[in-house]
């Protein structure tokens, strides 16, 4: 995943755990998902946080550049509520998870990097509002983002170690991500062993 030195003499990591940290990851997303993207109304949010129920079952981070102190992207990991995550409500698995993996798995999800983060980069390393749950229409940004050779500076490979590793210390053998096919092809190509566990939705794309 990158040269960890190279990114961290850059970026600082943080979990969100305070109520002023989760203001400011609400507020990321609120900037990528409502603002640049569109995806979600933002009317909904005159606050200007984006945030919904599962946030209450969620460990937050965040990214921030170390020598302006902006903060540049979020992620969450959702852990399972009530025996079901996030993605169940989207599309229809091909087996029903068991107990044991409910208790060791976690949703990765709500991952952003806000268009500013372009500032911080080469020309044509970061595309504008990458996100995890791009549609099917930027897939031609999600290739230009991922081919991107200094991958170890890239914000949201930050944010997956981060999540990796908060889950080795947390005892998390598996991740749950609703993922477009070309974002899904990148992050395999980065190592991480990915199968499909359910079918096709159309959520923002396929």
Partial sequence: MGDKHSFDSCFEVFLADTEESRRIHYNLRYQVYCEEMGFEDKEQYPQQMEFDEWDRHSEHFLVRHRYSGQWLGALRVVYPYRATFPFEEKCVLDATLTARQYAQSIEISRLCVVKEARRFA?????????????????????????????QCRSIMWGLYRAALVYSRDHGIKNWFILVTPSLAHCVRREGFEMRQVGGACNHRGQ
């Fill in 122 to 150: 080469p020309k044509n390393g970061l595309a504008h509002g990458a996100s995890a749950e791009l549609d099917s229409r930027d897939a031609g940004n999600v290739r230009s983002f991922y081919d991107y050779k200094n």
